[in-house]
């Protein structure tokens, strides 16, 4: 028999809309729509659209472009992230405080790493001034290069650039030195490394504001998996290892790491070259729910509880005031648990289809996203 659990209303705080820049891949609509398909009550857009979210105009853009729904009673929030720096090219530290009285979630570069240490010093001491909290995109140029791809067997029989651990590594052993001379609550998006989540631990023991995402995609999947030169298995950060999985699960079991997707809608011709020439991401609204039940839940033996508390609970710590303030404590996500399905990519409500998780199976799905009268 199916149970119906219902929890707080989950919040994903990592998803691209592409609006403004490329409607093709996905509109506030769609991606709205493929949110609420997917069992969430709010989701944070990432500032990399074109022009960049580094205005109060352009974070009045995102807010205006909410449309409504007739899905639900009470269609998801969009909750917009705004820019650590102007255009996100990590010159110059954008007006975080404007960015703020307009009400962004949270400030990010997401898609470029800030990667001038005085730059991100800058930002981190203005945002604690704020109460805001910065969230890094933890992959080093300088490392990374021309890399696609982790070490693995298809990096090496297809002679595939190599992503270094030290990408990551490097990028929040900074971020850390600077969060403990500012203070400044930070949150590293999108962790993919054994050693990164150990970093993430260690700050975590000292007391530092610090907290971390794992995405379903780096939970669930392996490089040493990846069965071709599919580019529906390339991300920035790269898939890890079996060792890299095995660690980021045990992090989210502990409550180290909470949840986020990391949706990253592409037009087809964008994911049609492989891994060398293609473009980085995979959807996961739609999926993410069914699969993080049945990967920590089912497989992990995570409880219910803690399972959400991962997608409700320690989100909102990452919100700013205003923010948070949007969310109305009556949302409600409920999901039904019991009869196992095939998760079908091509019924998603996204405009974009590059995702690997087709024919996968769950026995845990949204129903909607209630309002529960108060």
Known sequence: MNKILTFPGFIDVHV???DPGIPEA???ASGLAAAERGGFAAVVTMPNTTPACDSPEAIAYQLSQTPPLHHSPTPPLLLPSACITKGRLGHEVADLEALAE???AFFTDDGSYVADDMVMEKAMRRAAALGMCICEHAMDPKEVKDGVIRDC???RISHLPIIPVSAETVAIRRDLAICRVTGCRLHIQHIST???VALVRDAQKEGLPVTAEAT????LLSCEEIPRDDANYKMAPPLGNDEDRAELRRAVKDGVLMFATDHAPHPSAK????FSGSANGIIGLEAAIPLTWVTMVEGEGMSPDAWAQAWWKMPREILSPRAAARLDDARQTVVEVGEWRVIEVAKFASLSRNCPYGGLESNCWPVTVAHCPT
């Open 26 to 28: 996905e509109t506030t």
């Open 271 to 274: 994911k049609a070259l492989g």
């Open 216 to 219: 379903p995609h780096h939970l």
């Open 194 to 196: 054994a050693e990164g």
């Open 102 to 104: 307009a009400g962004a």
């Open 153 to 155: 067997d298809l990096a």
């Open 16 to 18: 691209h809309f592409r």
